[in-house]
């Protein structure tokens, strides 16, 4: 498990670097939106795809509301506690080029994890458990605790900025399993949690851009 952590690493490293990596990364999103369009299209019309994506579905327009704000709401917590712990300026610096990245993100990784990374059909204890469980993958894989470089031996980083930071992107995880499974989404439509997550990216971006921590 911990070979594929380091290259998601090394690659969300490159990305924040490389345009054409980045490029890559959009283009995937679009592709896998294209597939989201037309399977929701096929539901829509009475015509569900067997074997559509994940969650291709319409959830209440209160849903999509309800996981923006709560998204938020755990930003506003994240840059609160970033401030009292006094370990803000301790954030890494982002090409503003990235933000393409990071807001294709909103597809790409609740396609993964909220679409696949996700035990169904075995029990109320299973679904919570994979959902709790693959929350704690989802944090750990955007290297918060651990930096790895070709070659070279893996490093832990045991510090405040470190943990809280990684609590954070689980505590978002967890939020947007809640979004896909909970009873008040029983279609598991997981365009809801595509929102939530989309505009949590943005609104670190925007964090970052008044904080300074991106380079224009």
């Known amino acids: ?40 299209r096929a539901d829509t019309a009475g015509q569900p795809n067997p074997k559509g994506m994940p969650g291709a579905t319409l959830a209440a327009p209160r849903l999509y509301l309800t996981g923006l704000i709560g998204a938020l709401l755990i930003l506003a917590i994240e840059t609160g506690g970033e401030s009292a712990l006094g370990i803000s300026a301790e954030q890494s610096d982002m090409v503003w080029f990235f933000l393409f990245a990071s807001l294709s993100a909103g597809i790409v990784e609740e396609v993964i994890f909220r679409g696949f990374l996700v035990v169904e059909h075995k029990g109320r204890a299973a679904l919570m458990g994979s959902c709790i469980g693959f929350s704690l993958l989802f944090a750990l894989i955007h290297g918060h605790l651990w930096t790895y470089t070709a070659g070279e031996a893996l490093t832990w980083v045991f510090t405040d900025k470190a943990f809280f930071s990684t609590a954070i992107l689980m505590a978002n995880s967890l939020w947007f399993y809640a979004l896909r499974f909970g009873p008040w989404n029983p279609k598991r439509s997981i365009f809801p949690a595509m929102l939530a997550h989309t505009g949590s990216n943005l609104g670190v971006f925007v964090v970052k851009l008044m904080q300074g921590h991106v380079i224009l």
């Not at 090394?10 to 369009?37: D, F, K, Q, T």
């Open 1 to 40: 498990m911990f070979a594929s952590l380091f290259e998601l690493d090394a690659c969300a490293r490159a990305m924040n670097e490389s345009p054409l990596i980045i490029l890559l990364y959009v283009g995937i999103a679009v592709y896998m939106g294209h597939l989201y369009w037309h399977d929701l």
